[in-house]
């Protein structure tokens, strides 16, 4: 019998992070309808014999050498049976109750619901106070970190675009939805708390690195999707941004980044060419109407 749930995480030499995780979410990995799949992309840090020692109904998969995010999240969508995904980072889990029932009625209530967007708190401390009198919305896109798959929709899109390597392929994925039909909605009586210290990214080693794949991410997602009339106001106007707030302020890493990723859009114009499925100006104009995606809860935001 397949499972109605399953939950798909990808990990790499986070061991900590993940035994955290597993210990938080165990109450639904009890539930006989639940699945859990793994990825333990490339770890060296025993990741996958901690797995086995110590879940053995996980299902578990291992690259010896890391092959990326999107490969590992691309290869668990599309071995589940399941009729609903729920992607965790390493670092994410619940902090709300009757999960699975609310997203399973959600599903329901709403066929055309392709994807449920979780509410997520960013931050190693929890707020004392976690209730929220948002509504259900259908927003543009969705985060990463925690989301849930009607597994109909996935079947009815391309796979993630593994040549993105990290940033953007949310966004992909959404117009890719918007264009069949289908629906994001942001369900806030759900709740993920993503175990991240935003504000302390810049000074890590990988800022730059993580700049250039946001922006050229962003960019590529322009050309993929946008009407061609929209896309030269687009490109400019972030790109005047990046100058104008950290470029023109002496920050000499947004420079390497802004440079590195339209290089990379360059390089990427064959790929850009076969994946195009642009939108027409009617449709842009539809999707200008959602709501903007729901990035970052905080306690203020009830």
Request: hydrophobic share 40%; with cysteine.
């Amino acid at each position: 019998m397949n499972p109605i749930f399953s939950i798909l995480i990808t990990t790499k030499n986070r061991k900590a992070d993940l035994e955290f995780t597993l210990a938080k979410i165990q109450h639904l990995l009890d539930q006989n309808n639940v699945e859990c799949i793994i990825y333990d992309d490339g770890s060296a840090d025993n990741t996958s014999t901690f797995i086995r020692e110590n879940y053995p109904n996980i299902v578990l998969l291992r690259n010896e050498f890391s092959r990326g995010y999107l490969f590992c999240r691309n290869q668990m969508l599309n071995q589940t049976k399941a009729d609903y995904t729920i992607s965790l980072d390493d670092d994410a889990h619940f902090e709300s109750k009757n999960v699975l029932e609310n997203i399973e009625n959600h599903f329901k209530k709403n066929p055309k619901c392709g994807v449920v967007a979780c509410r997520i708190f960013w931050g190693l401390v929890l707020p004392q106070h976690t209730s929220s009198n948002e509504q259900v919305i259908r927003a543009k896109s969705f985060v990463g970190c925690g989301h849930v798959w009607n597994m109909l929709a996935w079947h009815n899109i391309p796979d993630y675009p593994e040549w993105f390597v990290f940033y953007g392929e949310e966004e992909f994925a959404a117009f890719q939805l918007f264009k069949k039909g289908w629906e994001v909605h942001y369900l806030p009586e759900i709740l993920v708390q993503h175990r991240v210290e935003v504000k302390s990214r810049k000074q890590q080693n990988d800022y730059q690195v993580r700049l250039q794949r946001s922006l050229r991410s962003g960019w590529y997602l322009y050309f993929l999707f946008y009407p061609i009339p929209v896309i030269p106001r687009k490109l400019f106007y972030t790109l005047w941004i990046q100058l104008k707030t950290k470029v023109l302020k002496g920050d000499l890493k947004a420079l390497k980044a802004v440079l590195l990723a339209m290089l990379d859009v360059l390089l990427a114009i064959p790929k850009i060419i076969k994946n195009s499925n642009r939108l027409s100006m009617k449709e842009y104009k539809e999707y200008q109407k959602l709501e903007e995606t729901k990035l970052y809860w905080r306690p203020e935001d009830k």
